[in-house]
């Protein structure tokens, strides 16, 4: 598939950081940073921008923080044509945690919502674009939106937010390929001024089909993070996205040699992946979080046990 | 997605046989055979039937040629609607070794071929159902086969044969789910009076899907093998498409308990799964073999140097 306008960004250590609660040492984030710049990747997104007055920096790494001088020092003196974008939280970020572009190393702020705070997700995307950045919302949870909450949340998009694209996010790894088809669909009929992003995640093994999937109905922003790794399951491998898109300016092979250097060592101590209690928590239509839990414990791989405390009980 | 005329073929211990050269101990195959029953499962393929005229049983564990005193000591004993088939492969079985269907504890033979040998698979399909069974072909390295030669493949097993399926057999786990639109499609094409099966490999993480996209194009026999067993990068994930389709006959919680019993201890010895070499392979559209030679050396994680030695020379 070649599309000049696809846009491929890169969120291993964004999405990364949710499983080393954003713990990345500078040399990883940099190698990270070498490895795409030189693969021609568009966007690298290089952590949560949260206000150290909302979030204690005692529990989290500085990727969950991203403050401008921990980004210059670890992209410093390398040549790259990659652009920089931050995760802003609904919640999680004071507008004056959000520099003037001037003052500022990132060129895009991505805002992370779900449906019910689209008001709250608008005026912030509002507030990045005004001050310089180009702006993103990022719909979570998206296998759970009511189907008449989420057309009034887009019409809002088109008309009230100044973003320039509007992501699917299926954050459960819930969705197949007829609710991709189905939801690029309508977001391509609300949102006839902006583009349409994708975010997988693997519960399923569908990230990247359904990414490709998004690409076919007309998405043309698209998430991927090194060797998969992201929360749970983790996301679309970018080095798989990168072998399927045909655009001249990527350049794979930067990818598999910090796959060797840097995931292969990383992945023996965090784990990943194709993992059971992730895909059946995905089957569920449900937060990977029990899954997460279960993990933390000797139960880690009692799969059927777990398959069984997620059985509905008796709603009525 | 739900139409009952959806049938599912375990082939974990025929397709999981080809990484330890068919050695599986009799229990691991009990229990497979216990789990697939227990889950539903139409049909459950236990090995291949090989001639040890043609094949030396020295080199080979006892699943590569099926006798039937070993199947029958396997399943003995274990309550199941599952019928049994084995895979022979065109050159590697004498006719002999098929036995009157009333002689055989096996329901169907499925004969693994390529498009080149098109003639001797529908002799041999032919032979199988007329001494009783059901018979399928499977077409094999179907990302290769010219297009004219197909065609005449498929137009000659619509006229000649008596395989009441015809599967598209990804090898190189290098289809994507356009390619697998058109390939059932085409076989629709054809086919006016035999059903039209899906075997994918997982290099790129998209077998599972390209299964469902060919159950959306109206294939109805799909196979799956317990938590991806296969060659190389492995095979859909039987626990995955349970998970997708609705048939009330399937239940999925005896794989999960299979798998934390039988399959993570095996996972220990033996791999398969998303490892880069295979993916890489697959993005060329080349046979796995380079990537599982690679594999048993100490460049095995040397991905880089691997994918540069795939580069086509100059051809011209």
């Not at 992501?167 to 902006?194: R, T, W």
């Not at 399951?233 to 910090?258: M, Q, S, T, W, Y």
Request: glycine letters at 6%; charged letters at 30%.
């Amino acid at each position: 598939m070649f599309r000049p306008e696809i846009k491929v960004l890169d969120c291993t250590v964004r999405d990364g950081g949710l499983i080393n609660d954003h713990r990345f040492n500078d040399n990883f984030v940099r190698e990270v940073y070498r490895a795409v710049s030189a693969a021609g990747v568009d966007y690298m997104e290089i952590g949560y921008r949260c206000s150290k007055s909302i979030i204690s920096p005692d529990k989290f790494g500085k990727w969950k923080f991203c403050e401008e001088d921990e980004i210059r020092r670890a992209i410093d003196g390398i040549d790259s044509h990659t652009k920089l974008s931050v995760m802003v939280d609904v919640g999680r970020v004071e507008k004056a945690d959000i520099l003037p572009k001037k003052d500022s190393v990132l060129d895009m702020i991505r805002v992370a919502t779900y449906v019910k705070d689209i008001d709250k997700a608008i005026d912030l995307v509002n507030e990045a674009v005004d001050k310089g950045y180009e702006g993103t919302v990022n719909i979570m949870a998206i296998s759970r939106a009511l189907d008449n909450e989420l057309d009034e949340a887009l019409a809002q998009l088109e008309e009230e937010s100044k973003a320039s694209v509007v992501y699917i996010v299926d954050s459960f790894g819930a969705l197949y390929s007829e609710n991709v088809q189905h939801l690029v669909g309508k977001y391509k009929k609300f949102l006839k001024n902006k583009e349409v992003g994708m975010h997988g995640h693997n519960n399923q093994q569908l990230a990247y089909a359904n990414t490709i999937q998004a690409i076919i109905e007309g998405a043309n922003y698209v998430d991927g993070t090194i060797y998969g790794i992201g929360r749970a399951a983790g996301n679309c491998p970018l080095e798989l996205l990168l072998g399927f898109l045909k655009n001249p300016k990527f350049d794979v092979r930067p990818i598999f040699d910090v796959i060797t250097n840097e995931f292969l060592p990383l992945r023996e101590k965090i784990e990943w992946g194709y993992i059971i209690p992730y895909a059946i928590t995905a089957m569920f239509n449900e937060h990977p979080r029990p899954a997460m839990a279960i993990r933390k414990t000797e139960d880690k791989d009692s799969y059927l046990a777990f398959y069984e405390s997620l059985l509905p009980d008796d709603m009525e």
